[in-house]
């Protein structure tokens, strides 16, 4: 090459993969085993042979939280047919239940959205083994059943603890209680866990990690009699004027019904106003003090605003650890970004040049619709504190769902944001949508006008 | 319908889709097996048998023509329904999604061609 053309450049060949690659990855929940099973796949697309080792402390195979990764357990529509598309169909073993409608509670009433195709489409699971007692041994967990398709796939796992990183000049030491091997790829898939941020720190001084807020998850046992008849197939969501919380649900998985809340800060007073309110008492039977059969509860953080500069040569966070989708579909984003990662490291290189062309667009674009997202759940607080806009919007839901048309437009609007299947971005165009929004004004005023009709009737 | 899978379950013989209709989905296989059935003329070859993780429909996709054989399940069978609009988007978002399809319609191409020699 002459040295002297400024325009011919040469790739330093030590920051790409090639045959005899050797790449960690720390941690082994969705966005780990993703990157794992995508890089093994594209590298033997591409016909270069490497070494991946995943590194996890967690045991999948126990229940309650030491076997945990404290998520509310959903596979959206659009992932469970993206992983079709891909050749992972997630087993029966590991699907607590398919989901096939949404029940909506609102203080104006209770309707039903279903599936566009009355399939069962959404997968509810547990990422561990489950709460704590659970003794379902033919059931999988979700966590486990990636990392089983990793292993059949030529990936080592290491069940250790990852007890520091550091940087040399031929590329980046993992180190555990037990060992120290060098790689040269590194993924950081450590979820929101601040000490292992603490060594991604060291290795890439300029990551500013995720801010996070405290979210609310519990599983009440009911048995799968009980749970086929107060719930079936339906994830059960409530739009109720409670303080701080923004979003509330009810999953039915297997034996357990999981409850989610989102919003602000969420402690064991709000907990207390939402399991208090009519709406959530009528999901259970009466008899039952859900309370007496809650086994686990924990109060997990959530991503609300994504890391920056996640990168670095041959270092590259993904999933919570980077950027994740505003309250919904955590799982959807560990995918999209953990399959960026991988595009990035085997088809490009693993320099920071190379993950901010090539990884660095996928999280700009979670990002940016983050932004749209958040103005999303801003309308929905204005919309639960609103009796009129609710009472519109559930009049609206309740015409389409007894239409038999493709356009349930709002129907659509709401199942996307329970589901977090689309971008928010889809969403709100789907929103502004002058039918949309002229049904909306239209019911809302007939609402309005039907309040005041049976208040004068009063 | 089983509430741990996904899709939509098919009993044995069930049509689940019919040739010379118009569609515009693809279907992804959960669970069991199906047997695709060329129903030219008056009678009914067995063109292939496909199982868990493989598609069909894929063609309604890529060509606006109608379905060139039937496809009908072989035993329970359950399958998750792929439409057009969503498959597209998908692609366009990451074009490796394609990846596979490409490389199941080539294994196909490659079994025609070997019947194909052997007649």
Known sequence: ?????????????????????????????????????FALDFAERMGIEIQIDIYEAKNFHVAGPAGCNH???????????????????????????????????????????????????????????????????????????????????????????????????????????TNSVSYDLVI?????????????????????????????????????????????????????NLKNIKFGALIPKGHYVTLVLLGNQIDKEIVDSFLNSDAVKKCFPKEIDIREISP???????????????????????GDSASSKLYKNGIGAAYITAKAAAKAAIFNGVSESDFQKYYQPACTRLNRDNSIGKLIFMVTTIIQKSAVLKRGIFSMVVKEQQKETDKRRMSSVLWDTFTGSAPYTDILMRVLHPATLISLITNTIKGIFNLNNSKNDK | ?????????????????????????????????????????????????????????????????????????????????????????????????????????SNRLRETTKQMGAK
């Open chain 1, 1 to 37: 090459m002459d040295n002297n053309n400024p325009i011919e450049v040469t790739k330093d060949k030590s920051l790409i993969i090639e045959n005899g690659s050797k790449i960690a990855v720390i941690g082994g929940g969705p966005s780990g085993s993703f990157f794992a099973y």
């Open chain 1, 71 to 177: 998520c509310g357990g959903i596979v959206s529509e659009s992932l469970v047919q993206a992983l079709s598309a891909e050749g992972i169909v997630l087993p029966s073993n590991v699907i607590r239940r398919g989901i096939k409608s949404y029940t909506m509670h609102m203080e104006q009433g209770t309707t039903v959205i279903e599936t566009p195709l009355r399939e069962q489409r959404i997968a509810s699971m547990f990422r561990g083994f489950g709460p704590l007692g659970a003794d379902d041994v033919d059931s999988v967990s979700f966590d486990n059943y990636l990392l089983q398709l990793c292993e059949k796939k030529g990936v080592s796992l290491i069940y250790e603890k990852v007890i520091d990183l550091e940087r040399t000049e031929v590329g980046i030491d993992v180190q555990t209680k």
């Open chain 2, 1 to 105: 319908m089983t509430n741990n899978s996904l899709g939509h379950v098919y009993n044995d013989g069930e049509v689940i889709l019919k040739q010379g209709s118009v569609g515009d989905c693809f279907y992804v296989i959960q669970k069991g097996m199906v047997e695709i059935v060329d129903e030219t003329g008056d009678k009914e070859t067995v063109v292939a048998k496909l199982g868990e993780t493989d598609f069909f429909g894929e063609m309604g996709i890529f060509e606006k023509d109608v379905r060139s054989c039937t496809v009908r399940a072989k035993g329970e069978a359950t399958i998750l329904t792929m439409d057009k609009r969503s498959l597209y988007k998908s692609i366009q978002k990451d074009p490796s999604l394609a990846f596979r399809l490409l490389e199941k319609m």
């Open chain 1, 296 to 318: 686990c509860q924990c109060f997990p953080s959530i991503n609300v605003k994504n890391a920056r500069y996640a990168f670095s040569d041959r270092v590259v966070l993904i």
């Open chain 1, 188 to 240: 950081g898939s450590v979820g929101l866990n601040p000490r292992s941020f603490s060594f991604f720190k060291k290795i890439t001084p300029a990551f500013i990690p995720p801010e996070t807020t405290k979210t609310y998850i519990c599983e009440f046992k009911l048995g799968h009699e009980l749970i086929n008849q107060y719930f079936g197939n339906s994830m059960h969501v409530f739009l109720l």
